[in-house]
């Protein structure tokens, strides 16, 4: 008991040091957008401080065309209005592939995360740091823990009215769904009925459902204005996961002082850039290091938006519920916590909310698992994701010492048994 009380007392210390870097961070360098220079220069600040902890310390460039991951959202309201001119014109064929052409870049670029048409948007540079802590005997296993200290571009659309977000994405994409499945049932009226268009040749209930069609452009083309251009603060969305990585270092580094060194754990502390633009930057990482870092017995522990206490989750799928994490690995993680008097839970994320970097290394075959602490799905989510309002004020500090505690427990508790 005395022993977890201390080690409550040294995660409230890191907690609050944690918090104070990201105020400072955002203080000099603000939102965070890949490939800006504020995100080269925070990583350049993070990499400094991570260098006085670790064995080790990298930088590692990747390339990234961030406007791409959402392209999708404009490209779709674009094709709207043309589909529906070629519906009237008596083509409902050609509606028919545009309209599917633009659900294909949505599956394929947000469901499944894959790089579709990032070549025909600009180019940028996305940085990755990493420190490398080894262990004093052989290595035996890796932890990696990361956060990501790129910043997400302003919700427009929920910052202008949180009531309405959800029921004009959700109209927009109904109403793309119902002009494919009309431009579906004309292109079949045609191939077997060979009708053409005329007014005397469309069945009344038809014409109808062109005019209603027509009429959905109006909420199809509110999606336009889904995101802005500017940067989000991105305090806890997702700068003090990557500062807690810091103060990770630091705890390892001072135990190895005194005597306490890990035996057979490698540690790598990482904060990934390009999150908020697809995993383009863990996904590089994975990619790069699942023959060397990534070899042998190893475990993702990821932090993603520390807003409430009260939601401590950890999750064991991602990517929209396509990609599943540990289970075991969540389920060890909700019983340290809970050994230590915390609340936390362990559950799938929910479809159509994204995905957090523990999705790159799931797919490679590695054990991971991602805390969150705000409700994450598409009716609850904290008012300041994704907003101007995520400040280091929103972050609660108490969710941050708790991570922070669990994080420890977890690496040393691998490295006990």
């Given at each position: 008991m005395a022993r977890v009380k201390m080690q409550k007392l040294k995660a409230s210390k890191m907690a609050q040091q944690a918090i104070d870097r990201v105020a400072l961070l955002i203080e000099m360098f603000g939102p965070r957008l890949v490939g800006d220079e504020a995100t080269d220069r925070t990583s350049d600040s993070l990499h400094e401080e991570l260098s006085s902890s670790c064995d080790s310390v990298y930088k590692e460039q990747f390339e990234v065309h961030p406007d791409a991951f959402l392209g999708w959202i404009r490209l779709m309201v674009l094709s709207y209005p043309v589909a529906v001119v070629m519906l009237w014109?008596?083509?409902?064929?050609?509606?028919?592939?545009?309209?599917?052409?633009?659900?294909?870049?949505?599956?394929?670029?947000?469901?499944?995360?894959?790089?579709?048409?990032?070549?025909?948007?600009?180019?940028?540079?996305?940085?990755?740091?990493?420190?490398?802590?080894?262990?004093?005997?052989?290595?035996?296993?890796?932890?990696?823990?990361?956060?990501?200290?790129?910043?997400?571009k302003v919700f427009s659309l929920f910052v202008n009215n949180r009531q309405t977000y959800l029921p004009k994405v959700i109209s927009a994409l109904l109403s793309y769904a119902f002009l494919t499945l009309l431009s579906l049932i004309e292109t079949f009226r045609q191939l077997f009925q060979g009708t053409f268009f005329s007014f005397g040749s469309v069945p009344a209930v038809i014409l109808v459902l062109y005019i209603l069609g027509t009429a959905a452009t109006y909420a199809v083309s509110l999606l336009w204005f889904f995101e802005g251009k500017e940067g989000s603060p991105g305090a806890g969305d997702n700068l003090i996961a990557s500062s807690i990585g810091v103060e990770l270092a630091s705890y390892f580094r001072q135990k190895r002082m005194q005597g306490e060194a890990l035996k057979h754990t490698r540690v790598i502390i990482a904060s990934f850039d390009g999150e908020e633009a697809g995993l383009r930057g863990s996904r590089d990482f994975f990619s790069r290091h699942i023959d060397d870092l990534c070899s042998g017995k190893t475990y993702h522990f990821n932090v993603d938006c520390l807003y409430d206490r009260s939601h401590m989750t950890f999750l064991t799928s991602d990517q929209n519920n396509r990609?599943?994490?540990?289970?075991?690995?969540?389920?060890?993680?909700?019983?340290?916590?809970?050994?230590?008097?915390?609340?936390?839970?362990?559950?799938?994320?929910?479809?159509?909310t994204g995905a957090t970097d523990a999705a790159e290394s799931a797919k490679r075959g590695i054990e991971a698992t991602t805390l969150i602490a705000m409700p994450w799905n598409n009716s609850e989510r904290s008012e300041v994701y994704h907003t101007p309002d995520d400040t280091v004020e929103q972050i609660d500090e108490v969710a941050v010492e708790q991570t922070v505690s669990i994080a420890i427990r977890f690496i040393e508790r691998l490295d006990t048994d």
């Open positions: 014109l008596s083509q409902p064929y050609l509606s028919l592939i545009l309209l599917c052409g633009g659900i294909g870049i949505m599956v394929t670029e947000f469901f499944s995360y894959r790089e579709t048409i990032d070549r025909f948007y600009p180019k940028k540079t996305g940085t990755n740091i990493y420190g490398v802590i080894e262990p004093q005997e052989e290595v035996l296993q890796t932890v990696i823990y990361s956060g990501h200290h790129d910043s997400a990609v599943p994490l540990s289970q075991q690995m969540a389920t060890d993680c909700v019983n340290i916590a809970k050994s230590m008097g915390y609340e936390a839970k362990s559950r799938k994320i929910a479809f159509l």
